[in-house]
């Protein structure tokens, strides 16, 4: 498997964004953490002097005590390709609205931080199209588009029969392309940093961004290697952000019709549960970057491939100790 080896401290990645003066919060999952607005565009961008401007958000969730239900388990989607590229900057050559992801997993039973354990997300571009699958286009007239999630309960677990875009089945690749994919090991307090940009759409579905939890394995020179995954989800962004974005270049240049967050048929409803991101951003400027934050709560001992029911129930929590 190929491997980036473009690791950099969480806030040394390349500017992006001009910086403002006006207090934002930074609330939710990570608890009440004031932010100025330039604290907020520099860090969303890839190029600040401020290394620790992490550090009171990390320390203020590491700080609470509150156990979680476990996040809902999801499905894969056919898009999935274990690359297993470690790296912080997913962006490549894309372009978008920088997008800053705070991720962390805690243990759902001891509410404790699951260390070394590795993080993976992999999302469409702003034009809604998935680096792998670029000759399936985005349901915009070029190509096969990734297909609308079926109906109804499947009788099977889902195997990629149907082609292209089929039920959860992972669909062939169309090219090597690796944009906007990449996987993290945990620190110590369950935390990882994802430097993207904000998706985009595509026919059937509203704006989302893929994850997986591996546990029990270890990073080595081919990848990750042994454990499993222990989670498969999405995380789902609040309408009034994806409106914002959808008058901002280059997503307003997107045709499809666009999915709201009420009207996906994956999404459980559940909020941060069911993968629905807090974000912090700027009202009036959010081309000037998003930070996206979540905290998921998993068993770090069971199997999850995301091969199973869309939105499918979230297992039942089990007494396991702290990684």
Known sequence: ???????????????????????????????????????????ASRSTADAGFLDPVKTTAAASTTCMSLTTEQIEGPYYIDYELFRKDVVEDRTGIPLLLVLRVVNSATCRPIRKSAIEIWHCDASGVYSGYTQNGNGGGGGTPPSPPPTGTPTAPPDGSDGPGGPGGHAPPTDDLTWLRGIQMTDAQG?????????????????????????????????????????????????????????????????????????????????????????????????????????????????????????????????????
């Open 191 to 323: 935390f990882v940093t994802f430097q993207t940009v904000f998706p985009g759409w595509y026919a059937g579905r509203a704006v989302h961004i893929h994850t997986k939890v591996h546990t029990g394995g270890s990073r080595t020179s081919d990848g990750y290697t042994g454990g499993r995954a222990c989670h498969t989800g999405q995380f789902y962004f609040p309408e009034e952000a994806v409106k914002a974005t959808s008058n901002t270049e280059p997503y307003s240049a997107n045709t499809i019709t666009r999915i709201t967050l009420d009207n996906d048929s994956i999404y459980p409803g559940t909020g941060p549960q069911g993968g629905l991101l807090n974000l912090n951003y700027d009202k009036k400027h959010i081309e000037r970057g998003v930070i996206g934050h979540i905290t998921m709560a998993v068993d770090p001992h069971a199997t999850h491939d995301g091969q199973g029911t869309p939105g499918g129930p979230a297992p039942t929590t089990t007494s396991s100790p702290s990684l």
């Open 1 to 43: 498997m190929p491997e980036s080896s473009t690791d950099e401290p969480d806030n040394a990645l390349v500017s992006r964004m001009v910086s403002r003066r006006r207090t934002l919060l930074l609330g939710g999952a990570v608890g009440a953490v004031a932010l100025s607005s330039a604290a907020v565009a520099n860090a």
